[in-house]
């Protein structure tokens, strides 16, 4: 089992940054890939950004490309999503998923975390 706590969302104005946490525990993540994913009001839950904890292999939307980076902190087992350049259509709650690298769903999710960006 893989628990999985989101933390730092909040509001900002348009063009400001945020940076989402994302505490890992109960297992090792060596052979798991962490995503982010958000929905917003209304809308279907979609990708944003993901990166393989083996070798920090990282993927992004290109809705979020270049603008947002995924990172990870091996000694904290915590994933990050640094956020610049938002947008009030980044608005979301914003989940942390896992998966094992061999599998394609994603069968651990946190709580979700609130991004509001105003304009």
């Known amino acids: 089992q893989v628990q999985l706590v989101e933390s730092g969302g909040g509001l900002v104005q348009a063009g400001g940054s945020l940076r989402l946490s994302c505490a890992a525990s109960?297992?090792?993540?060596?052979?798991?890939?962490l995503c982010w994913f958000r929905q917003a009001p209304g809308k279907e839950r979609e990708f944003v950004a993901a990166?393989?904890?083996?070798?920090?292999?990282?993927n992004y939307a290109n809705s979020v490309k270049g603008r947002f980076t995924i990172s990870r902190d091996n000694a904290k087992n915590t994933v990050y999503l640094e956020m610049n350049s938002l947008k009030p259509e980044d608005t979301a709650v914003y989940y942390c998923?896992?998966?094992?690298?061999?599998?394609?769903?994603?069968?651990?999710w946190g709580q979700g975390t609130q991004v509001t960006v105003s304009s």
């Open positions: 109960g297992r090792t993540l060596t052979g798991y890939v």
């Open positions: 998923a896992a998966r094992l690298m061999f599998l394609s769903h994603y069968n651990y």
């Open positions: 990166i393989t904890w083996s070798d920090s292999n990282t």
